[in-house]
């Protein structure tokens, strides 16, 4: 199990450090910007759509290890998918970081961002890892700003 740690660890520690997706699209379909108070974290979201398909996502921002890899991740998650699923993962991530640390969860539809699932037991850490999710969650919804209070 620490190895499992260990791995999950480097996989946030390497997208916070090289974020994918970290640029702006010009004349995005949409764009949200979202904020997280509680540790200051920032992004906007940008979503290039078509046909009902996200045919480009990418962010930019400042924001702590744990949030900038989780956007990173996120838009790499979402890319080619169909609206109505990347909003299916949206729902799955979410239940993942919110559910209590000790609730058996199925998070096997989430691929590698189950790495994200370690953050249930820290409280003040879910909503770095659920930003990026809200703010695309949002954008889909064309909301331009979303606040994780
Ligand atoms: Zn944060």
Redesign the pocket.
Known sequence: MSDLRELYQEVILDHSRKPRNFRKIEDADRMSVGY?PL?G?RLTLFLDLEDGVVKDASFQGV??A??TASASMMTEAVKGKRVEDAEKLFEQFHEMVTASPDEEIDASGLGKLQVFGGVREFPA?VK?ASLAWHTVHAALHGQEETSTE
């Open positions: 997280n540790c974290d924001g702590c744990i949030s850490r770095c």
